[in-house]
């Protein structure tokens, strides 16, 4: 399959499958799919079908009483639902941001987008009535609802927004919250942001700003990696004077607003947007800090051990265990779509529609945003943009943003209000393509190269299951204390961070007094409990890649998980793929996974130093 150019393979990988050869479009085909150009006048007409439909809608059921029949209810939602799907009244937006996805730097299309999403905002906002109306239906109307036969298809939709506007405040005083919000919060948080990239520090006789120090710690040898980061700390330092009373602006302006609106716990209004449970949250936060950490201490253990240091710096966590192997787009492409097939011959063959369809964006180049994602919308192809480079890393971000997209079009035969995802069950799905593919490279490469990939895997779970976790606990003492205490200085906040790394780290990793200055810039800690989201999903993965080597005949559950898209609370989903999250050791067992793959690496090891 691999095209001429391919470069020369670190390894070869063998494929199971025999597969058919592609020919690959490695660029989006915006104009073939959304519009001609950014005069096409269809986006005008696009634009305008929308406002009409937003318009007709409003008019019709405003004077109309639909909240009292569920018949009539029935047929509201039914015309609402087909707004949500009509892909006319989403394209223009979607045109623009994929264009500016490309190039940054495409002003026009920047205008474009605010005065598209103006006109949009406005139309969509004269049919707010509809949702605001229908929360306000008593409990004992909103119950004959939820079991009538009409309304079946509409069930979890309206249990949702029941749910939600149970914590809906009247419309003057939503109004007022809405207003105010950007002073109250983002005002405080972009300072901090703002303050952060624009402190330089000097080194090795260059100035450069913290967010690129923070970058080059990583790429840094692993005796200069203290050095820099000290000079880091040190600047956060002096900017937790400030980032001291953002934060307690912010929690104590989250806190005001969870007590009005009736929210008992700090994360439980992040919990209902997930669409999650939590007690659920409760039980992986204990599993993940009583068994997780006891992993995490024992590999950083292990760590230092072959580092050759009695414990580590901070700022050498992250240490790779080598080079490791280099992978062409071409054979990242080979290994994926080997590994898809074999795993059903529906997700194979959607990716290499989305390759020959030039759905995947594969290169890095002037003006192209950062990082990778994969966008879906009802009724439009699935874009998938990547920055691939020739390393494992690459392969491994192919197979993620891939998981999102295959996760995207199994969900596309929901009803469009059922077609997206929590970001717990999103990144479940994305962690779970991962891991196969890694699985399936692991099996062929040398002794030497497998002990590196299992380094580096058990280095990127603890990142995203037991440090986000430790974040967790940080936030949640923060909450807490500032609301029992009426606010924290920047001395406890910074000593309340550094509790938490040591917590998660261990005796083996040197968490100095500096490095709780960290809160300063970690942009999450800032987002509401939403660090847990993506522990949680990996934690669920890891389970379902484990059901699904034992027995391949899994792969039922994983479509069937695949194709639920945000149709039911995820501890229900799961629960029909067999993973009962209401059970107090199911979080336990997830950590399972990581615990055997530390055992693993130390089994390389031994076997290495033979
Ligand atoms: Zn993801």
Redesign the pocket.
């Known amino acids: 399959m691999p095209s001429k150019k391919a470069k020369k393979k670190s390894f070869n990988y063998t494929p199971a499958t025999n597969l058919a050869p592609i020919t690959p479009v490695d660029t989006w085909q915006l104009v073939t799919q959304y519009y001609t150009s950014h005069n096409d006048p269809k986006i005008e007409a696009d634009v305008k079908s929308a406002e009409t439909a937003y318009r007709a809608f409003a008019k019709k059921w405003r004077t109309k009483s639909f909240t009292t029949d569920a018949e009539v209810l029935a047929q509201a939602l039914k015309e609402s639902e087909k707004i949500a799907g009509n892909p006319a009244f989403s394209r223009p937006l979607r045109y623009f941001s994929l264009v500016t996805a490309l190039n940054t730097g495409d002003s026009e299309a920047e205008k474009q987008i605010s005065l598209i999403q103006r006109r949009l905002r406005k139309a969509s906002d004269e049919t707010l009535f509809f949702s605001l109306e229908l929360g306000k239906v008593p409990k004992a109307t909103q119950k004959e609802f939820l079991k009538h036969e009409a309304l079946t298809p509409y069930r979890y939709y309206l249990e949702r927004l029941f749910a939600g506007a149970a914590h809906h405040l009247s419309e003057a005083e939503e109004k007022i919250i809405s207003l105010k919000s950007r002073q109250a919060y983002g005002r405080w948080t972009d300072m901090t942001d703002k303050i952060v990239s624009q402190r330089h520090i000097t080194w090795k006789g260059k100035s450069i700003a913290i967010p690129e120090a923070i970058e080059t710690v990583n790429i840094l040898p692993f005796t200069e990696k203290p050095k820099l980061w000290g000079l880091i700390t040190k600047e956060l330092g002096q900017i937790s004077e400030v980032a001291e009373h953002e934060f307690n602006a912010i929690i104590t302006d989250v806190r005001t607003e969870d007590e009005l609106r009736g929210y008992k716990k700090p994360y439980s209004a992040t919990v209902q947007s997930y669409q999650d449970t939590e007690d659920a949250v409760e039980r992986l936060v204990a599993a993940v800090s009583d068994t997780g950490f006891k992993l995490s201490h024992k590999f950083y253990k292990l760590k230092a051990k072959i580092h050759g240091v009695e414990q580590l710096e901070y700022s050498q966590r992250n240490e790779s265990a080598g080079a490791g192997i280099t992978i062409s787009y071409d054979e990242a492409v080979e290994i994926c779509r080997d590994v898809f097939y074999r795993v059903h011959t529906d997700y194979g063959a959607f990716f290499d529609h989305m390759l020959e369809g030039g759905q995947i964006d594969v290169w890095p180049r002037g003006g192209k945003t950062g990082g990778a994602?994969?966008s879906a919308q009802t009724g439009h192809p699935i874009n998938v943009m990547l920055n691939h480079v020739t390393n494992f890393g690459s392969l491994e971000t192919l197979a993620?943003?891939m998981?999102?997209a295959i996760h995207a079009m199994r969900s596309a035969t929901q009803s469009p209000f059922y077609d997206g995802h929590s970001i717990v069950t999103?990144?479940t799905a994305?962690?779970l393509f991962e891991n196969l593919v890694f699985d399936a490279v692991y099996a062929q490469v040398s002794e030497a190269d497998k002990a590196i990939l299992l380094h580096d895997r058990i280095l990127r779970d603890i990142s995203t299951i037991q440090r986000q976790i430790a974040f967790f606990n940080a936030e949640l003492e923060i909450h807490n204390t500032i609301h029992q205490a009426g606010g924290m200085s920047g001395e406890e906040l910074r000593a309340c961070m550094e509790k938490h790394l040591k917590s998660y780290l261990g005796p083996a990793v040197n968490v100095r007094k500096e490095d709780g200055y960290s809160y300063v810039y970690i942009g999450h800690l800032r987002y509401g409990f939403y660090v847990y989201s993506?522990a949680y999903?990996l934690m669920m993965s890891s389970i379902m890649a484990k059901k699904y080597k034992e027995d391949n005949a899994y792969v039922t559950k994983i479509d069937e998980f695949l194709r639920l898209g945000e149709s039911m609370l995820i501890k229900d989903i799961y629960k029909r793929i067999g993973i009962d999250t209401t059970k107090p050791d199911t979080f336990t067992v997830a950590l399972e996974r990581l615990a055997e793959d530390i055992k693993a690496y130390e089994t390389l090891l031994k076997k290495q130093s033979k």
């Open positions: 994602f994969m993620h943003e998981g999102h999103a990144e994305s962690t993506y999903g």
